[in-house]
């Protein structure tokens, strides 16, 4: 009788005991996001366009209009499909352009977490996993991490805001409001 177990160290990859081991499909999995470009100077507008056309392969003019909450600043917003990892594509190439102040999204989908990353010149990059319903995701080994770290009520507290990104939500605040009811371009990935 032949023994059809393999060796321990053989073609098996190591896993953490316990979690799911969750396996990519070689097809690219389609989803679908949001970029709010919330402030933007008018002459970096059409660098801004190029950027968003340079990940989705595909020619992008938004309907820019009138920032109130930053006089002289344009926004606008526009919800994409693409590939999974689009979203971090996106806001890798925003990012170039230090002055703008931008959040894109990215729907979870089949074997994916959805993500926000939000950029707010002089703070930096945000990036989150967020759920279904667009809540933060908060992981359980960063839930370890806040246990062990946090000396005090307000270290935890502290700790809590950031895993939340607090700051970067009461910065781009005022810009999300000043932005309801704008009209929103639809873009498709190209490929």
């Known amino acids: 009788m032949q023994n059809d177990r393999r060796d321990a160290g053989s073609d098996r990859r190591a896993r953490p005991l316990g979690k799911a081991h969750l396996v990519r ?10 970029v709010y470009v919330h402030s933007c100077p008018p002459a970096v507008v059409p660098h801004a366009e190029w950027a968003i056309s340079g990940v989705l392969g595909a020619r992008v003019t938004l309907t820019w209009t009138a920032q109130p909450a930053a006089p002289g600043q344009l926004r606008a917003e526009c919800v994409w499909t693409g590939k999974a990892g689009t ?3 996106i806001a890798a190439a925003l990012r170039s352009w230090s002055m703008l102040r931008f959040e894109v999204t990215e729907d979870p989908s089949d074997g994916y977490d959805g993500e926000r990353i939000s950029y707010v010149p002089g703070r930096g990059v945000y990036r989150t996993s967020t759920g279904a319903n667009g809540d933060v995701v908060v992981g359980e080994e960063q839930l370890r991490a806040l246990v062990a770290t946090s000396r005090s009520a307000e270290d935890y507290a502290h700790t809590i805001d ?10 781009l605040e005022p810009y999300r409001h000043a932005g309801d009811g704008a009209p929103v371009t639809w873009l498709h990935q190209v490929g």
């Open 87 to 89: 979203a971090s594509k």
């Open 162 to 171: 950031n895993l939340l990104g607090a700051a970067w939500d009461a910065e």
């Open 25 to 34: 499909p070689e097809v690219p999995v389609p989803t679908r996001g949001v």
